[in-house]
T-cell receptor
Framework: ETGVTQSPTHLIKTRGQQVTLRCSSQ?????VSWYQQALGQGPQFIFQ???????GRGNFPPRFSGLQFPNYSSELNVNALELDDSALYLC?????????????FGPGTRLLVL | TQLLEQSPQFLSIQEGENLTVYCNSS?????LQWYRQEPGEGPVLLVT?????EVKKLKRLTFQFGDARKDSSLHITAAQPGDTGLYLC???????????????FGSGTQLTVLP
């Protein structure tokens, strides 16, 4: 176990709704990254949070937003859900400062948009 | 555009056979990680390599980072059914303090080891 937890484990929403996913990072880690993994593909980087600020973003529209809290936990919010948003959403925690920095993944939240 | 090309995409072998999975890119990575993922779960880190030419062994698994830090391979000796899973390589492009160390993932190799 990595010590990274995510909630909920599964979620079903309809198109146009909004969703909030949560992640608790591993103890001692100050950085949280979010990834989207569509079925049969590798994870795609959404964004990263470091010291409560967005610290890099992948090719995702603004309706994907996030937060990081003082305890380093994080939220991913997706507005105006689309069918293609159905995927496994993964968060990974890490501690910045090393070239070989390791990211530890949580079990993911499976989102289904109908 | 897929920065990391992984091959093969699918691999089905008999228990006891050897196999190699390849991860190739035109980009130079500061580090590269290999993960194994089972259905419905998050990726689990197997190894991180950071130095060009580096070879790391983890029991029956051997990982190599290319000299130019653009490619990597994973070799499994005497595969067992418990090795079944999705193997993902992921490269980190940024390496300075405070930068976004986003991981760029390959599309994965789905390995099935038959008893």
């Amino acid at each position: 176990e990595t010590g990274v937890t995510q909630s909920p484990t599964h979620l079903i929403k309809t198109r146009g709704q909004q969703v909030t996913l949560r992640c608790s990072s591993q103890s001692g880690h100050n950085t949280v990254s979010w990834y989207q993994q569509a079925l049969g593909q590798g994870p795609q980087f959404i964004f990263q949070y470091y010291r409560e600020e967005e610290n890099g973003r992948g090719n995702f529209p603004p309706r994907f937003s996030g937060l990081q809290f003082p305890n380093y936990s994080s939220e991913l919010n997706v507005n105006a859900l689309e069918l293609d948003d159905s995927a496994l959403y993964l968060c990974a925690s890490s501690s910045t400062g090393e070239r070989g920095e390791t990211q530890y993944f949580g079990p993911g939240t499976r989102l289904l948009v109908l | 555009t897929q920065l990391l090309e992984q091959s093969p995409q699918f691999l089905s072998i008999q228990e006891g056979e050897n196999l190699t999975v390849y991860c190739n890119s035109s980009s130079v990575f500061s580090s590269l990680q290999w993960y194994r993922q089972e259905p419905g779960e998050g990726p689990v880190l197997l190894v991180t390599v950071v130095t060009g030419g580096e070879v790391k062994k983890l029991k029956r698994l051997t990982f190599q980072f290319g000299d130019a830090r653009k490619d990597s391979s994973l070799h499994i000796t005497a595969a067992q059914p418990g090795d079944t899973g999705l193997y993902l390589c992921a490269g980190a492009l940024n390496a300075y303090e405070g930068s976004a160390r986003q991981l760029t993932f390959g599309s994965g190799t789905q390995l099935t080891v038959l008893p």
